[in-house]
């Protein structure tokens, strides 16, 4: 989710007057897929920051102050910059020696990176002057995880962002349910229900056929979802599959048998024609992002053994926040019992991923 909103960043501020960090810490982004690295993450920011003030202070163009040493002292400690040896002495840490400079107007990041990075030392000042927090995807929001933002941030207006018609947040099946309601809760579906905020209705839909918008507005919106005006169309790579193409939304009828694998159940001709379809795009639309989403963990895993890096394969819970080009929904259950398949906010969440 953070990706898909550098992402979006980017688009928008075109002439990037934006000055714009994603807190992320070295060890961690050097862990991530490449895919989801942006070019405002941290480790990559205070470096082409630093480099910057350095030139300047060469150039006689920035005066060269305390904050500037300290910044050539960690260039060359990183080996940024040819120098043998970096015996100055620090005096302020890594991070907030960044914000000073830099002066960014938006910080992005998961509300654990950016709480954890804010409570390092030297940070509490910081930490003050941040008025607004906008917390999106607030639907799997905790109520944990809101307290800790709250009082790391005392005088930011915190403002939830989120889909009150998708998934809740996560809470451990043996967890004792009273425990579950004071500790996870479901933040936004109270906020809305009791009317204790001002609300903002975001009814309109912009970024996926309004075919699929009317029918998800008439099943889970009371009809109130707008589409976004958009001229009818053919979609040729159905067509080149034997596909209809007329239509974005598609339900492909199989009678492949089911088998029991532990606790959950796969279906091998089921994963095989997803496989299959999702290769066939990709060779029609190499620039597309293709994403199989699966309703049970061992239909996610059978799946995922034979999908290589031209399709993402996910469960439906960990798609929420991320979109795609094109998605193929498998119907393969957790159990016997269809509960979990019926539940409409997961329903909701797997068809509304799509962007074509």
């Not at 060269?64 to 620090?90: E, F, M, N, P």
């Not at 509300?111 to 999106?136: H, I, N, Q, W, Y």
């Not at 936004?188 to 029918?215: C, G, K």
Request: aromatic fraction near 8%.
């Amino acid at each position: 989710a953070v990706t898909a909103a550098v992402a979006r960043l980017r688009k928008l501020d075109k002439k990037k007057e934006c000055c714009a960090v994603r807190l992320i810490t070295a060890k961690n982004w050097m862990t991530i897929e490449h895919e989801h690295r942006t070019h405002i993450d941290f480790p990559i920011k205070w470096t082409e920051c630093f480099l910057e003030v350095m030139s300047k202070a060469n150039n006689g163009q920035q005066v060269v102050t305390q904050d500037v040493v300290s910044a050539a002292i960690y260039l060359i400690r990183a080996r940024k910059i040819l120098r043998t040896a970096a015996d100055g002495k620090l005096h302020m840490r890594l991070l907030p020696l960044f914000l000073r400079i830099y002066q960014p107007a938006l910080i992005l990041g998961t509300c654990t990176s950016v709480r954890s990075m804010f409570s390092t030392p030297g940070m509490d000042t910081f930490a003050t002057e941040v008025e607004l927090l906008l917390m999106d995807e607030a639907s799997q929001l905790p109520r944990f995880a809101l307290i800790g933002m709250a009082h790391k941030f005392p005088r930011a207006r915190p403002a939830l962002l989120g889909d009150i018609g998708q998934l809740p947040p996560y809470q451990d099946q043996e967890m004792p349910p009273m425990l579950g309601q004071w500790t996870v809760g479901n933040i936004l579906n109270d906020a809305t229900a009791f009317e204790r905020f001002s609300l903002l209705p975001l009814l309109q839909a912009h970024r996926r056929p309004s075919d699929i918008t009317d029918m998800l507005s008439t099943m889970f919106y009371d009809n109130q979802l707008e589409s976004a005006p958009s001229p009818p169309r053919n979609l040729p790579e159905l067509a080149n599959l034997r596909l209809p193409s007329r239509y974005s939304l598609l339900v492909c009828h199989h009678d492949f048998r089911f088998q029991q694998e532990g606790t959950t159940l796969v279906n091998e001709g089921e994963a095989s024609k997803a496989v299959q379809y999702a290769m066939a795009l990709h060779q029609l639309r190499t620039d597309a992002s293709i994403a199989i989403l699966c309703f049970s963990r061992g239909q996610t895993e059978l799946v995922a053994r034979r999908v290589k890096r031209y399709a993402t394969v996910l469960s439906v819970d960990s798609a929420q926040g991320r979109e795609f080009d094109y998605i193929i929904i498998l119907a393969t259950r957790t159990s016997g019992s269809f509960t979990f398949i019926d539940d409409p906010r997961r329903v909701n969440l797997a068809i509304s991923r799509t962007k074509r």
